[in-house]
């Protein structure tokens, strides 16, 4: 059964920084294109940033480029976002995802209804 367990979120003041992790199975970050996709109340699901197999294909939102880096932590099957320069407008719940694909698809091709998701973690980002 896949299983993807986020941490990190939590209360930041805007212009601070968080860093969310995500812990995978070895056959998930393997054999996916990893990511975050964020949900806000009255907002559309966002894909806010993935990362392919091989590390070298990444997505990031428009609103979230410059600020936002994803990376992929292999002894650990880990994925992580570092949220830096955080604004008002990031908060919402984060879901890791997981989508399964070959070695070379672009990140990009996730969207926002990849197969695997986690329970989701809150970012709240203060004015």
């Known amino acids: 059964q896949e299983q993807l367990v986020e941490s990190g979120g939590g209360l930041a003041q805007a212009g601070g920084s968080l860093r969310l992790s995500c812990a995978t199975s070895?056959?998930?970050?393997?054999?996916?294109?990893l990511g975050w996709i964020r949900q806000a109340p009255g907002k559309e699901r966002e894909l806010v940033a993935a990362i392919g197999w091989r590390g070298g294909s990444t997505y990031y939102a428009d609103s979230v480029k410059g600020r936002f880096t994803i990376s992929r932590e292999i002894d650990k099957n880990t994925v992580h976002l570092q949220m830096n320069s955080l604004e008002p407008e990031d908060t919402a719940v984060y879901y890791c995802?997981?989508?399964?694909?070959?070695?070379?698809?672009?990140?990009?091709?996730?969207?926002?209804?990849?197969?695997?998701w986690g329970q989701g973690t809150q970012v709240t980002v203060s004015s």
């Open positions: 995802a997981a989508k399964k694909s070959t070695p070379y698809t672009g990140a990009q091709t996730m969207g926002v209804n990849p197969g695997s």
């Open positions: 070895e056959s998930t970050f393997m054999t996916s294109i």
